[in-house]
């Protein structure tokens, strides 16, 4: 079983920064690969970016490709999003979630989520 949880989300003005942070617990949770999603209100949940277990490999999403970066920290157990030049539209509750392999659908294992509001 891996516990993942987000934190670092916020308010923010439009242009500004933010890091989130997925701290990952349990057995072997750094040897996952850790995707990021984000659900707005009113809409469904989307990929955002994904890393694979040994940070070798990344994916982003069109959307936030060139704004937002994927990193991790496997001694810590911890991987971050670093989100730059932000956009109202960027606004939405973003998880962290973790399996075996690097995709932008599926992962068994979830966090609660962090809120990420950008204002105009």
């Known amino acids: 079983q891996v516990q993942l949880v987000e934190s670092g989300g916020g308010l923010v003005q439009a242009g500004g920064s933010l890091r989130l942070s997925c701290a990952g617990s349990?057995?072997?949770?750094?040897?996952?690969?850790v995707g990021w999603f984000r659900q707005a209100p009113r809409k469904e949940r989307e990929f955002v970016a994904a890393i694979s277990w040994s940070g070798g490999s990344t994916d982003y999403a069109d959307a936030v490709k060139g704004r937002f970066t994927v990193s991790r920290d496997n001694a810590k157990n911890n991987v971050d999003l670093q989100m730059n030049s932000l956009k109202p539209e960027d606004t939405a509750v973003y998880y962290c979630a973790a399996g075996a392999t690097m995709s932008r659908y599926r992962y068994p294992y979830w966090g609660q989520g962090t809120q990420v509001t950008v204002s105009s």
């Open positions: 349990g057995r072997t949770s750094s040897r996952y690969a």
